[in-house]
Each structure stands twice: as structure tokens, then as C-alpha cells.
């Protein structure tokens, strides 16, 4: 039985900056494992020795996803090998592109019981991949779930939903996204990072995986998007009694004090 | 060429049709849900209901491929709200109709979307040659009174069954709608002081919010007051951020907010170039004195 992890190795988003133009800069953004595909690998690390399942990462990128330094990034954090579809056309992918490539590889992985994700990528946060996944791969979606249990060929588990903890029973395979916190991550040591470089890794062109990808429109403009102007007032603080006196009144001027 | 709107167990679809009565051909809501939620939807500017049944116990997400199955009969562009079982069902759609899925949309046209990158600084147009699937706010939920014809199609939904719902024991929180929003962020120093920004919150009359990581590695506020852009997206008259320093993904969650105040110590903070009023010092004495101006 396999339990598939499918995480991006992403730039992280505090170090993206937006040109007058609206073009933006991920060029200083240092790439790491998206934070919450951490938690994921973290909790089918945890499923897979429960299952005596292998452990397998998918992961679609542009060239930098299939690179050694992302690759041992996600292996360090307790996969047993990882999959890739890297081609340049996958830079930046949308949800629908991005999950064809991930269900051309879990088809062709085969024995697969359940695709584990994160919560939404640290980057785009589109949080639309597992469900065009399990409508690509007719499996059942279940998002926000804290809690899996796999038995008997159904996969049972505990959801946040509004009104409360929601428990669901579908038959397997299934697709999961897990909330940010269904387990706490710890750093990869020494000793892990050292033992990712040993595992397998399988990289594919998409040309590789046979897919057809989707096609995501043309970008005909981009713009910087101003918020609302601010007013910018700065209330003098060296008199903390006076400077509160003096928002509460802008406050009740602008009609806003319930 | 139809455009749908997704109806995922709530009726509260009414800005996705109205975005989607803009855009050419009639309007069809593609309806899981009870009978009640059927008689919601049949509203103004909802032109078809098809009607796939009432889940019953099983969970609105078995539906996914009968709904994808409605769509992909005569595709066209396809909204859903941002909720996980809407998720769910758009999902399944745009694997049927091989349609790239946009979200964050900010101008729809016929062909054409702009929507919002990076969570919301920049935005980008695309014009696409086929069907889209968009993911946006559902709005209020609809009333009913349209002259819509319904429906009732044949499902055959997979086996996704909820066997148990227990209640949150506190009521969820409703940012949303509050008109005033009081949210704390690492400047705090520890979870003791909440005290003073609750007390803060409360003579305010104002909802508590915060930023990431004070719900989500701290665990010092419950997780569904998180401001950002995967926690609540909201617009209250006045947002008030303590010790927040208004990296991007905080900032797309507030950023529709009428007025912004912060209380930061560090003036070159990004929250301050999108302040109205900015008060930079120390919050430990900046709060009391503030709860103290509106006691």
C-alpha cells in the first residue's frame, strides 16, 4: 500500500516584491517546503508506519522542484522517495494544471490508498489542487480534517467545519487536505538530512507523465493593486492619555464608535 | 453556453449570481441541498436550477461528480464560494471540463478575468479561449422569488457519509460581519496579556482577530479569529491592529477595512503605510490608555 504526500518547494512569500508594473519579484524569496506540506508529510509519515505503507512525495514544480536541495528538503522530512514532474512549463502551474500532473503520477504509482495535502500553499494559498484532484481521480475530497484513520478499505476522519468536529467515513482512496495543525512539525537533524540523500528520487518532463496539461489563458495586463488610500495621520504618542483622547475623536468623527 | 453557480448545502450564493448574470447565456445553479435551500436559490437572476438532491447523511462532497457531470453536458464558466464542500464540488468540475480554476477574482468579463496575485498587491488579467472556474465569496444567502424552473436530475453519490457532528462548545466567531475588529500580533509578549487587549476589545465593542501566528503556533487565540490570507478575509469600519506588523499575508486579509489603526513600535513597520491613524509606541501602555479613552 502507498500513502502519497503531494507538497510544492515554494519561495517563500515574505521576500516577494511587486514592481510599479505589477510584475513581482520572487528572485530574493528563498525556496523551502511549503510550511503546511510540512505538517502533511509530518502526519503520513506517522500514517504509513501505522499501515506499514511507503511513503511517497509528489511534487510538480518549474526546474528548481527537482533540483537535489528541494528534493532532500522534503525526503529529510520523513518520506521514503519522491516523485517530481519538473519542466518549465510547470513553473508557477495553476490548480488544474498542477493536479493533472500530480494524478498522471498517482495513476501510474498505482496501490495508492490516500493522497495526503496541506492545508494551501504558502505562496499562491489558491487551496483548489486536492479537490481537482479527486475529481480527476473519482476518489472522494475531504479538506480541513485533523484526524485520519484508514481500515478495512474506508478512510475515516475528523473535519473542522463551522458548526463543529464533522467525523466522515468514505471508501478509499480518498483525498485528505489536512488543517495547519493535524500534528506539529520539527526540523529535520542532522541524521535525516543525511539520509534523504540516499533515498529515491524520480524525476519526469511532461512530457514524461503524457499529459496534456491544461491550457491557463493568456496574461494580457498586470498591475500593481493600490489598497484604499490611507489617510497616513500620525498621532503624537508621548502623552499616551492624549493620544487616545485624540483617536477617539477622529474615531467618532468618522461616525465608526458603535 | 450556460454559466453555473455551485450551491454546496447553503443558499448563500448571491454575489456569485450576480457576477455570473453579468457574463452571456442564462444563469444555472447546479443545487445540493434540501428542499428548502432549492426554494432560497429560485430567486432573481437565477434563470435554471438543476437539482441533484437532498444529501440527507451523506456529506455534499459525494455529489462531486454528479455535479462535474451537469457542467461538463454543456460547459461554460463555473462559480463556487470559498467554503470546503463548494471547494469540493468546483473541483470536480474543473477536472471534467479541463477548465484552469481562478481565484480571488476582482473584474469578470465574458473571456476575460483580472484577479488578485500575491495576496492582493499586485493583479493580473488573463483572457482565456474556454470556460473558467472561479472560486470567490458567496455572499448573503438568497431568499427566493424568482421565476426559476427546477429541475431534478439523477445522482449517484460516492460513498462519503457523516456519521457525527459535534458542536463547537464555544460559538464560532464571526469577523465577517463585525463592525469593528480589535486583532493582536507577535508584539504581544505573552498570552497572559490578552487581558488587556480583550478588555481593549470590549470597550470598543469590537470582535478580537489576530495575526497568524498568534493562533497557529502560539495557540493563544482560537483559529478561526485569524486574519490572513488563509485565515478571514474581512472589511470592518475600523480595523485596528496591535503589535501586527502587516506582512502581506495579514494585509490581504484586512485590507478592505474602511479604516485601518495600528499601534506598532517599530514606524517603519509595512502596517504603517496602510494606516489611517498610526500610533507608534509601546502597546503595554498605549492599549490601557485607549480602553481608558473609550471607558
Redesign the interface.
Same mark, same amino acid.
Not at chain 2, 98 to 101: D, Q
Given at each position: 500500500m502507498r500513502i502519497v504526500v503531494a507538497y510544492k518547494y515554494a519561495p517563500d512569500p515574505q521576500e516577494a516584491t511587486v514592481a510599479s508594473d505589477g510584475t513581482l519579484d520572487f528572485s530574493r524569496a528563498k525556496a523551502i517546503v511549503s510550511d503546511y506540506d510540512a505538517v502533511a508529510i509530518e502526519y503520513g509519515r506517522q500514517l504509513a508506519d501505522a499501515q506499514g505503507a511507503a511513503l511517497v512525495g509528489v511534487s510538480v514544480g518549474g526546474e528548481a522542484a527537482a533540483k537535489p536541495v528541494a528534493t532532500k528538503a522534503a525526503l529529510a522530512r520523513g518520506l521514503d522517495e519522491v516523485v517530481v514532474v519538473s519542466d518549465p512549463e510547470l513553473d508557477g502551474a495553476g490548480s488544474t494544471r498542477t493536479a493533472q500532473a500530480i494524478a498522471a503520477v498517482v495513476k501510474e504509482l498505482g496501490d495508492v490508498e490516500l493522497v495526503l495535502a496541506g492545508d494551501s500553499s504558502m505562496d499562491v494559498g489558491a487551496r483548489m489542487v486536492p479537490s481537482v484532484l479527486a475529481g480527476l481521480l473519482g476518489w472522494p475530497m475531504l479538506s480541513d480534517v485533523e484526524k485520519v484513520t484508514l481500515a478495512d478499505g474506508s478512510v475515516s476522519v475528523e473535519r473542522l467545519v463551522s458548526e463543529g468536529v464533522q467525523s466522515i467515513t468514505a471508501a478509499a482512496p480518498a483525498v485528505v487536505s489536512l488543517t495547519s495543525e493535524a500534528v506539529k512539525t520539527k526540523a529535520p537533524g542532522m541524521k535525516d538530512l543525511l539520509a534523504a540523500g540516499k533515498k529515491p528520487v524520480a524525476v519526469k518532463s511532461l512530457a514524461d507523465s503524457g499529459l496534456v496539461a491544461v491550457s491557463e489563458g493568456t496574461v494580457t495586463a498586470r498591475a500593481k493593486l493600490d489598497g484604499p488610500a490611507r489617510k497616513g495621520v500620525v498621532i503624537d504618542t508621548s502623552d499616551p492619555a492624549a493620544a487616545a483622547a485624540e483617536l477617539v475623536n477622529a474615531l467618532r468623527a468618522a461616525g465608526v464608535l458603535g | 453556453m450556460s454559466t453555473y453557480v455551485l450551491v454546496a448545502g447553503n443558499a448563500g450564493v448571491s454575489e456569485l449570481v450576480a457576477a455570473a448574470a453579468k457574463l452571456d447565456g442564462p444563469v444555472v445553479a447546479v443545487v445540493v441541498g434540501a428542499d428548502e435551500v432549492v426554494r432560497a436559490v429560485a430567486a432573481p437572476g437565477v434563470d435554471k436550477i438543476v437539482w441533484l438532491g437532498d444529501p440527507g447523511d451523506r456529506?455534499v462532497? /459525494?455529489f462531486?461528480?454528479d455535479v /462535474?457531470k451537469v457542467v461538463a453536458a454543456d460547459p461554460g464558466v463555473v462559480f463556487a464560494g470559498r467554503?470546503?464542500a463548494e471547494?469540493?464540488l468546483?473541483?470536480? =468540475?474543473?477536472?471534467?471540463i479541463?477548465?484552469?480554476?481562478v481565484?480571488m477574482p476582482?473584474e469578470i468579463a465574458a473571456g476575460?478575468?483580472?484577479r488578485?496575485?500575491?495576496?492582493?498587491?499586485?493583479? #493580473?488579467?488573463?483572457?482565456?479561449?474556454?470556460p473558467?472556474?472561479i =472560486?470567490s465569496d458567496g455572499g448573503a444567502p438568497l431568499t427566493g422569488g424568482g421565476s426559476t424552473s427546477v429541475e431534478q436530475a439523477a445522482a449517484s453519490p /460516492? #460513498?462519503?457519509?457523516?456519521?457525527?457532528?459535534?458542536?463547537?462548545e464555544v460559538a464560532?466567531a464571526d469577523l465577517g460581519t463585525a463592525?469593528?475588529v480589535v486583532s493582536v500580533g507577535r508584539g504581544l509578549k505573552a498570552k497572559e496579556d490578552l487581558a488587556i487587549i480583550e478588555a481593549l476589545a470590549t470597550a470598543?465593542?469590537a470582535e478580537l482577530g489576530c495575526s497568524r501566528p498568534v493562533a #497557529?503556533g502560539l495557540d493563544w487565540v482560537a483559529?478561526d479569529r485569524y486574519v490572513g490570507?488563509?485565515g478571514q478575509q474581512i472589511s470592518p469600519?475600523?480595523y485596528l491592529a496591535v503589535g501586527i506588523s502587516g506582512?502581506?499575508?495579514h494585509?490581504s486579509g484586512c485590507?478592505?477595512a474602511?479604516?485601518?489603526?495600528s499601534i506598532n513600535t517599530d514606524k517603519d513597520a509595512p502596517i504603517v503605510?496602510?494606516?489611517?491613524?498610526?500610533?507608534?509606541?509601546d502597546l503595554y501602555?498605549?492599549v490601557p490608555?485607549?480602553t481608558?479613552?473609550?471607558g
Open positions: - | 456529506a462532497e /459525494a462531486a461528480a /462535474a467554503k470546503p471547494r469540493a468546483l473541483g470536480a =468540475v474543473a477536472a471534467a479541463s477548465a484552469p480554476v481565484t476582482v476575460q478575468v483580472t488578485a496575485i500575491a495576496g492582493g498587491i499586485a493583479s #493580473e488579467t488573463r483572457s482565456y479561449a474556454g473558467v472556474a =472560486v /460516492a #460513498e462519503v457519509t457523516v456519521t457525527d457532528l459535534r458542536p463547537n464560532a463592525d469593528r470598543f465593542k #497557529e483559529r490570507i488563509s469600519q475600523v506582512q502581506l499575508q494585509m485590507r478592505g474602511q479604516l485601518i489603526v503605510a496602510e494606516s489611517d491613524y498610526i500610533l507608534t509606541g501602555t498605549l490608555a485607549l481608558a479613552a473609550l
